[in-house]
């Protein structure tokens, strides 16, 4: 066991604690960054001018109408820009843009005494557009080759020889939605500036130190002239990673240029029309198998849908790849990824990053291929699980695979799985119109930021005089209990009770130079640094301990705020006596905790490497029912064990399984975004801008029986106290959701049919699937057979196959020069 | 010239919240949920989708309850509101639906919270020992995008429980422990 995840005696950590903020949701009490609105004087308000434009030039920009309304202090445009006049870290997101780049980009600003003044502005600015072809489907970009950013390839093996070899080649095609985050919490910030010109912006995002970096280099200044916090978000999902940056820009701008606090809070119209979503894609795929249906080739080309701009675009791609094998060995392996240039809002990061769209195009291929090689699809899936000793097609050994296997076993035996198909066999025997089915799909998930230099952390904790303790780190809250893990883990490390722990909020004048709450490595990234600072101050206060105890230092256990010497017959000290004691010895009673995740490697020059500290296994079982009149569907039941390591906090941790089974099958099955792909003026709005029109998931689609445990005996070396993160990957259990709705689509055909599901499966979505198993019985769907196949597109050479702007250390960066 | 869409003038508005008579001036069209949060201050009622779909917004009107987003400051004249912040129990302190939902990990980001206590106070006055499946009926009109639901239908099912004066814990995990200590109890 590692010194980093080994628990002393009685630790806090694993113990079932409500969320550290629940009294204070429960009573109203608890602030969101808009709630602070109320308490700020002289605040202006800010709103945006939206183009109704996919694609135009801006020809005329008129404010002066504008300023003419009552109540319309200022209207914010480029030429108010005093540093770089760019919303993002890659220079290609204007904030005040002169091409309008998507249906309901901002062009300028107005801010107002109130919201409703500064919505009348708006209205009220003259803009004249020149119309410009625009580019909205993932497939219009394709034919126009309308690409952005690297164009990497991921190789192991040699793929036509795989393919050669194989018994069985199919190849096919395949395109997915993408999703809304709609956390419930729109994007807000509120701006201010003190009497020194420091920049204060309080704001919803899930990485201060970015929105700090952008509002800095907007305005010209450095990184220590401006200060962000995070109070907490309500909802992030990956949604206010990079796209809460340019909203702060705006308000601090604004707040500089007049004096007075300045709040920009979208609403909900704005941000989703506003905002980036998770990534659709696009994948042309050849897959090998031999004769007992194992994986021998896999030959693949995915397109994201990237909108606009880059964003977090190559990032996102980067984990498609790194996660298209899930827990499948595959010897010979060529993945190609590309960004499409779109003219959408510019889509960004989503729980599982990338990670489950890489997923979901070779889970969609085992689906569709088990009918033709005429294996059940669990069957299949089982048998091309990693065994131990094999590695990723990027070069990481695959640990721990064993854990996938027992997390089957578990859901098999505890689902009653075996059982209950029999069941479902003679229901769809004695059903004509209504068919089952039950799926169960695995989970491999790897475990830290792709990019090395992000999986670092900070922290800084003070114990006072009186023995109390603040604690403050790096990483924001959202909802996923981030803030009582570090509790716990403070409370542990020190070894007092957990109400004598309090947590500060988020700023980046305390802990600086965070990576953003992401990628599901805040608890260890951040616990690992709270642990760090933590231990600091134990081993000085096991100084003056052992002093008066009369044991070596090392022999000094602090436990439930005792200390006492490892025999437990000696003397003990009260934790606030021995704090009290060593601040009159003059003992630093702070301390600074940094952590970095050893181990790490990547390469994205050859896109190889041990990217990850290990990686998150789970497997799920769902069963649901179709109508074969509708396609409308119901999720009977579903079974989830899940890999959390050894858990930190169990209400947590299954609290954020159920959350991100729901979210994923809301992906998956309901959340229909549609832009107008007409040629009307309207091309390129998004349609479904309302909760009205995009279906979230609500009781009336969750499963009639819903059981989650947590795998056992699952303890990880390489993270916080034995644990294992858990934020993103459970979302991906939610596949099996979709592929029990193939099964019992196809279960209106005649065994051995193979369907094509549209993604998401909606209730429409499955009527075609059912009326395609019915009508095309005899055939293979979509899907060809035999070799070479249709040989997805591969790169030309005339872009950066890898090696991203994204992952250099920027150049360019406003450095503090010698004469400031 | 933009038409004049402030309805012509402002109107003086007395609300009782709370169980406290609240006065200010406001547009005839100002919503009762921006009259909460911007002008009485009372932020605990959130703002989700804007338009009655999500009930993060909703709020009691003489006991039922109300989207405040989709209902106007002045019809709420001469009724009673209550919003989150009149929830806490007799003695102040937290009343059941607020104990149930701390202990049964009944929220994670929070946003929607209020929504669903104002709604489930109202459904356990009027349905004191729902089953399940009818306490699953009564919250099905408000939206979470954290949990997934599982503990609010089990925070529902307790608040029940708390109110019958049952001392069992939460159905499913075991119920958790308060972070915050006893009031007089030094640190150390």
New interface residues.
Partial sequence: MSALSERPANPVVG??????????????????TD?L???TRDLLHGYPVQAPHAHARVTRLDTAPALA?PGVVRVLTAEDVPGVNDAGIKHDEPLFPSEVMYFGHAVCWVLGETL?AAR?GA??VEVDYEPLPSVVTVREAIEAGSFQGAQPTMERGDVEAGLARAEHVFSGEFEFAGQEH????THASIAQVDENGQVFVQSSTQHPTETQDIVAHVLGLHAHEVTVQCL????G?GGKEMQPHGYAAVAALGATLTGRPVRVRL???QDITMTGKRHGFHATWRVGFDAEGRLQALDATLTSDGGWSLDLSEPVLARALCHIDNAYWIPDVRVNGRISKTNKTSQTAFRGFGGPQGMLVLEDILGRCAPLLGIDPADLRRRNFYTEGQATPYGQPVRHPDRAVAAWDQVVQTGDVDSRRREIAAFNAAHQHTKRALAITPVKFGISFNLTAFNQAGALVHVYK???VLINHGGTE????LHTKM?QVAATTLGVP???VRLAPTRTDKVPNTSATAASSGADLNGGAVKNACEQIRERLAQVAGGRLGVPPADVRFEG?RVRGLAHDTDEI????L?TQAYFQRVQLWAAGFYRTEGLHWDSTVFRGEPFKYFAYGVAAAEVEVDGFTGAYRTRRVDIVHDVGDSLS???D??QI??????GAGWLTLEDLRWDESDRPTRGRLATQ???TYK?????E?PEE?N?ALLEKAHEEGAVYGSKAVGEPPLMLAFSVREALRQAAAAFGPPGTSVDLASPATPEAVFWAVEQARARAAEHGHVAEGFPGMVPPQPNGDVPRYHPRSERPPAEQHALSAEV | M?PD??GGGRVEVTVHVNGVPHSATV?PRRLLSDFL??DL??????V????G??G?CTVLVDGEPMRSCLMFAVSAQHHQVT???G??GADGG?GP???A???C?G????????GF?TTVTAFLRDNPQPSAEEA??A??GN?????????IVRSVLRAAEIRAGRAADCAG?????????PAG????
């Fill in positions: 113990e079932t604690v409500p969320h550290e903020s629940a009294a204070l949701h429960v009573t109203g009490r608890a602030l969101y709630d609105v109320a308490r309304v409703e009348l209205l009220a709609f956390y419930l919490e907490r978000m309500g909802g999902f609403n909900r119209t009186d023995g109390s959202m909802g996923q209990g509790l957990l109400h004598f705020g009260r934790w606030a006596d704090v169990p209400l947590v299954l609290g159920e959350g991100g089974f729901v979210q309302a909760a009205s979230l998931p609500s009781f009336s969750m819903f989650v | 933009l869409t402030t547009e949060r911007h201050g009372l932020t605990g009622t959130h989700g989708c804007e338009h779909v999500c993060a919003t989150v912040e929830l806490a937290l639906e607020q104990r939902f701390v202990e990990h929220l994670q980001c929070g946003f929607c919270t209020p206590l699953r009926e919250i099905s939206l979470c995008r954290c949990t997934g639901y599982q503990n995990p075991p119920a958790g422990q308060p972070t915050a200590p109890e030094a640190v150390g």
